[in-house]
């Protein structure tokens, strides 16, 4: 099945919410909510801060969190018949290109242009700003986070336009580890249920796989490693 697009309404991200309810929003500032059915859209809702880059649902699928051209992370809530207003959370200068709700819906990531922030939902305000690319020489160009991902276990899971895929402490504000994927960027990340596999899609249309492995056998530190990589596309991978 395919719901036709329209020439005025690009989509950044498409999301599920409860009762099987499909949303899509992008950089004409709505979010839009599709019948599925008719194939067709059935309503949209401004969202109030320009372009829209990014969109996730809680894990209960009751609120959509948008990530907004103006800096702003916004709170909707799912209700019968489309989504209200909610609230804002702490804006920050540069768009919200990614994002991403904690397990338990306490905390949001929001990766930027050379940094991410984490969020506490039930303050709305910024606990963490991490740069990203404090280690890398001035000359190099702006490091942009296109993927993002909250561990239930407090890591933070980050894929930049320079073929990074990097782990951190957001509550000590480090990084733990760093792998180079790609010469391209890393565009997208899915994380298994487990939380032990990653796949990235990359620029080139590969996708890499990294799991979640005892440094030795049978001990209980764990390292991230990079096991499996597929090359079924020849154009961008923007979404796993």
């Known amino acids: 099945q395919v719901i036709p697009g329209h020439e005025a309404r690009s989509v950044e991200s498409l999301c599920w919410a409860a009762g099987d309810r499909l949303f899509g929003a992008g950089l004409g500032g709505d ?6 059915p008719g194939l067709s859209a ?12 990014s969109m996730v649902a809680n894990s209960g699928g009751t609120q959509l969190a948008i990530g907004c051209e103006d800096g ?4 909707f809530q799912v209700v019968p018949g489309g989504i209200q207003f ?38 709305g305000q910024t606990v963490q700003r991490i740069m990203v690319n404090h280690h890398v020489e001035k000359t190099k160009r702006e490091c942009v986070v296109w993927a993002i991902a909250l561990l239930s276990r407090g890591t933070v899971v980050s894929a930049d336009s320079f073929g990074r895929v990097q782990f951190w402490d957001w509550q000590q ?3 733990a580890e ?7 960027a890393a565009l997208s990340l899915a ?14 249309g590969a996708t890499y796989q990294l799991q979640l492995l005892p440094v030795k056998l049978g001990g209980l530190e764990k390292r991230w490693v990079r096991t499996k990589p597929f090359q079924f596309h020849s154009h961008d991978v923007r979404a796993v």
């Open 173 to 175: 504000g480090t990084l």
């Open 31 to 36: 979010i839009t909510e599709f019948d599925l």
């Open 178 to 184: 760093s792998h180079a994927i790609s010469t391209s």
């Open 191 to 204: 994380v298994s249920e487990k939380e032990d596999s990653i796949i990235v899609g990359t620029s080139t």
């Open 42 to 53: 059935a309503g949209a809702v401004d969202g109030g801060g320009g372009p829209i880059w």
């Open 72 to 75: 702003s992370v916004k709170i």
């Open 86 to 123: 909610e609230r804002n959370l702490d804006r920050r200068k540069g768009r919200v290109l990614c994002l991403s709700w904690h397990p338990s819906d306490t905390h949001i990531a929001a990766g930027s242009i050379d940094f991410f922030r984490v969020i506490d939902v039930a303050s």
